[in-house]
């Protein structure tokens, strides 16, 4: 692979009542702006000759990538290494509730009913994207969720994870190079081989 270019899905219907889906076997599709959001999306990569297109597990990725594609022939692959974070009893809640009790615990502690901890979570994008590296394609777009592109961000500009992070705009496109998206990657894998909230 020698570039990269990383979208967050569309507003979904449980991002706009602000509750949180880390299942992936729980229907939550895009809602009609969603869906908007998912046609610029694909506007703006229309000049962009893609190889692959990489999604999650989630039908709000999928279906945002659908819409993104339409009438291209990009070849598709899932990688649950991207999913969404594991909620655990907060599935279905609220945002609020879960960065709250992220931003109370260490991210060495998984969600409680058998949730992921954050440590978990980045080592699991940590493989998901030295997967992606690995890949023989040359430009591959990753329509995916908005922790695995925020901490990729945040980590090319010399942050490690923390547990309250900025949001991720819906369906805008992130280019990085393969050398860019390497240097983010080894920064997490420092991190969570001795993960500590630094606040």
């Not at 901890?117 to 777009?141: D, H, I, K, M, N």
């Not at 961000?153 to 923390?162: F, I, K, R, V, Y």
């Not at 496109?173 to 991190?191: I, Q």
Request: hydrophobic share 40%; aromatic share 6%; glycine share 8%.
């Amino acid at each position: 692979m020698e570039q990269v270019i990383l979208a967050r899905h569309g507003e979904s219907e449980f991002s706009l009542a602000g509750t949180v889906n880390g299942d992936p076997g729980i229907a939550c599709p895009l809602t009609p702006r969603g869906e908007d959001q998912a046609r610029r999306l694909g506007e703006l990569l229309a000049d962009t000759p893609l190889d692959l297109c990489v999604t999650s597990e989630f039908e709000r990725v999928r279906q945002t990538a659908d819409v993104a594609l339409a009438g291209r022939a990009v070849p598709r692959a899932i990688l649950p290494e991207l999913n969404d974070v594991r909620f655990g009893r907060f599935e279905g809640g609220t945002l609020a509730d879960y960065r709250a009790w992220a931003g109370a615990n260490e991210p060495t502690l998984e969600a409680p009913g058998g949730g992921e901890s954050r440590a978990a979570t980045v080592s699991r994008y940590v493989r998901g994207y030295r997967q992606l590296l690995a890949r023989p394609e040359q430009t591959v777009l990753v329509v995916t969720h908005g922790l695995p592109i925020r901490y990729v961000l945040n980590a090319l500009a010399g942050s490690d994870p923390t547990p309250l992070v900025e949001q991720v705009a819906y369906a805008e496109p992130h280019r990085f190079t393969a050398a860019e998206l390497k240097t983010a990657v080894d920064r997490l894998d420092n991190w969570a081989l001795a993960p500590a909230w630094n606040l």
